[in-house]
């Protein structure tokens, strides 16, 4: 931890606007991807093409692509039991994003599965661990934008941590707050680009901040919601669930499955175009991601979403929490 009045904790003050020396970054963050403390992860190890580090030796030239510009893709997974879950899906949005931005990859998916598995491995974990895997364009020869100066790549890093979701987040919920940023385009840049240009999505996140919310809500260019800045969206109206209709917001392999499990359970789902104004006159409404899973949202812009207790979400999460077991029965 960084000692007080260093640039790092100025900047977090800034950005969080309520840090007090009693009140230190740990201890404040509440949202989706809020996990229980785990000594364990201090001493995990790191894999960096090919080679594994330990978390503290663990680094990457200041040359790299994705530190440079953002040039990179990126995925997230859990593993279960054992079982890294729903990884075709994982591997198959990796390999279009890295297609999307013409990144060749020099291996198959069945390798960096087995790089996957070996940094699982060298870490001794089975159960409750969140896996992230960066895969950048390379080394620079220079910093630029242009490609042709990569000497070196793509680079691959795994990290695999021991994180487990804090109840707090299902029991208490999340408060979003609509961000004027908006998500942009497909010929802006793709919403479904699972890249390292993650900066509106951040300055969308810090306006939530700011407001006192704990996420942002994102609109698309027309207006409709679309999406949260690290989750998916939806909403619940008369027994109804409502979710983007996919244009403007991340292929989420959770709001895949969630809309998998509607369909298998009966549980009317439409994909469609709704605005604010129906958000605030719904019965509930929740968020997705693969860390988090499904998580209540209980305010939205100041406005109280309490009307059915989440009922219809909770059945939801049983039910994805079936796909997950079943999942794990398969091995896949």
């Given amino acids: 931890m960084p000692p007080y009045g260093s640039l790092y904790e100025k900047t977090l003050l800034i ?91 020099p291996f198959t998916k069945e390798e960096l599965t087995a790089e996957i598995r070996r940094t699982l491995d060298a870490n001794q974990m089975f159960d409750h661990v969140h896996v992230r895997v960066m895969v950048t364009r390379g080394i620079k020869k220079t910093p630029s934008q242009d490609p042709r100066l990569t000497l070196t790549g793509p680079n691959v890093v795994i990290i695999a941590e021991h994180k487990q979701a804090a109840p707090e987040s299902t029991k208490k919920g999340i408060r979003l707050h609509t961000s004027t940023i908006r998500r942009g385009a497909p010929d802006y840049l793709d919403p479904r680009l699972n890249c390292h240009s993650k900066l509106h999505e951040v300055q969308a996140l810090i306006q939530a901040l700011e407001a006192g919310a704990d996420e942002a809500l994102m609109l698309d260019t027309h207006g409709f919601v679309a999406t949260c800045n690290a989750t998916n969206f939806f909403m619940v109206k008369n027994g109804e669930v409502w979710t983007s209709t996919g244009q403007y917001c991340m292929n989420g392999i959770t709001r895949a499955k969630v809309l998998e499990a509607c369909a298998r359970f009966d549980i009317i789902c439409k994909e469609k175009n709704f605005s604010l104004y129906d958000v605030y006159s719904a019965d509930e409404a929740f968020v997705t991601g693969s860390f988090g899973g499904l998580t209540p949202v209980v305010e939205i812009d100041g406005r109280p979403v309490t009307r059915d207790a989440h009922q219809l979400t909770n059945q939801l999460r049983k039910h994805y929490q079936f796909l997950i077991e079943e999942a794990v029965q398969h091995g896949q």
Avoid: C
């Avoid at 680094?59 to 075709?88: C, M, P, Q, T």
């Fill in 15 to 105: 950005i969080v606007g309520r840090a007090t020396r009693k009140q230190y970054l740990p201890f404040m963050i509440h949202g989706t991807h809020n996990a229980l403390a785990d000594d364990r992860n201090k001493d995990v190890q790191i894999l960096v093409n090919g080679v594994l580090y330990p978390r503290n030796e663990a680094k990457i030239s200041v040359f790299d692509s994705g530190y440079l510009v953002g040039d990179g893709v990126w995925e997230a997974l859990r593993l279960h039991k054992g079982v890294l879950v729903f990884l075709n899906e994982h591997l198959n949005r990796l390999w279009e994003g890295a297609a999307a931005i013409k990144m060749d990859l």
